[in-house]
Nanobody
């Protein structure tokens, strides 16, 4: 069974930090691209960050650029999203998604990702 599972969400104060994890099961992330998406109540799903299968391309949405960092640990078969300087508007359900590196498409084109995790909730509140 091919599966990605997110973890690390929680409640954090504005300006705080959290690190999300996306662990793959049933396959190795080598050769797969990973996208982080989020969806807040009343808003559409949006792309947050992207890590290409070869590691040569990393992308961030303008809203998180400079605050979030995506990385991959091949030994742990895990992709991380380190989130710093969290804002109230970062509150959302965060999803990890995967697609084979051979599939071409826009970095944040949700339709190109067919393997999704269950989501992990991030709530920024004082």
């Amino acid at each position: 069974q091919l599966q990605v599972v997110e973890s690390g969400g929680g409640l954090v104060q504005p300006g705080g930090s959290l690190t999300l994890s996306c662990t793959a099961s049933g396959f190795t992330l080598d050769g797969w691209s990973i996208g982080w998406f989020r969806q807040a109540p009343g808003k559409e799903r949006e792309g947050v960050s992207y890590y290409s299968s070869r590691g040569g391309r990393i992308m961030y949405s303008s809203s998180v650029q400079g605050r979030f960092t995506i990385s991959r640990d091949g030994a742990k078969n895990t992709v991380y999203l380190q989130m710093n300087g969290l804002k109230l508007e970062d509150t959302a359900l965060y999803f990890c998604a995967a697609r084979p590196g051979t599939i071409l498409g826009a970095y944040f084109s949700a339709g190109q990702y067919h393997l999704w995790g269950q989501g992990t909730q991030v709530t920024v509140s004082s």
